[in-house]
């Protein structure tokens, strides 16, 4: 099982990403992202990532092939990844190839899924 705990859902993940992770983990269970106050100081973050991490340790129930999909705000996902990391549970990001189209005077950038990265 992969746990997706990301801003991204995963409806809205590309074909290709969807079946790379159905054929490494099974099953796909997303877990909302939390809003991340920007004013949060490292203890806020701290007991939210405990919190998360709870969370988490309940949705494993034993399952062997089990990982999560980290993708946020980069000093909760820090200290989540730790605290899964020391308990045993594989931590992946998806990696992504940005093209960028021109149409005159604007830029729009696409994000292509490449693979999933362990942290």
Same mark, same amino acid.
């Given at each position: 099982?992969?746990i997706?705990?990301?801003?991204h859902?995963?409806?809205?993940?590309e074909?290709v990403?969807?079946?790379?992770a159905?054929?490494?983990?099974?099953e796909?269970?997303d877990?909302?992202f #939390?809003y991340?106050? #920007?004013?949060?100081?490292e +203890?806020?973050i701290?007991?939210?990532?405990d919190?998360?991490?709870?969370?988490?340790?309940?949705?494993q129930?034993? +399952? +062997?092939n089990?990982?999560?999909?980290l993708?946020?705000e980069?000093?909760?996902c820090?200290?989540?990844? +730790?605290?899964l990391k020391k308990?045993?549970?594989?931590?992946?990001a998806?990696?992504?190839?940005?093209?960028?189209i021109e149409?005159g005077?604007q830029?729009?950038?696409?994000?292509?899924?490449v693979?999933?990265?362990?942290?």
């Amino acid at each position: 099982m992969l746990i997706n705990l990301s801003n991204h859902p995963l409806i809205s993940w590309e074909t290709v990403q969807r079946q790379t992770a159905e054929l490494l983990f099974g099953e796909v269970q997303d877990l909302a992202f #939390p809003y991340i106050n #920007p004013n949060s100081n490292e +203890e806020e973050i701290s007991l939210l990532a405990d919190q998360y991490f709870e969370k988490i340790k309940q949705l494993q129930k034993g +399952e +062997e092939n089990f990982a999560v999909h980290l993708m946020g705000e980069l000093c909760f996902c820090f200290s989540l990844a +730790e605290r899964l990391k020391k308990y045993g549970i594989k931590t992946i990001a998806s990696t992504t190839e940005r093209k960028v189209i021109e149409n005159g005077n604007q830029k729009t950038a696409v994000f292509n899924f490449v693979k999933f990265r362990a942290y």
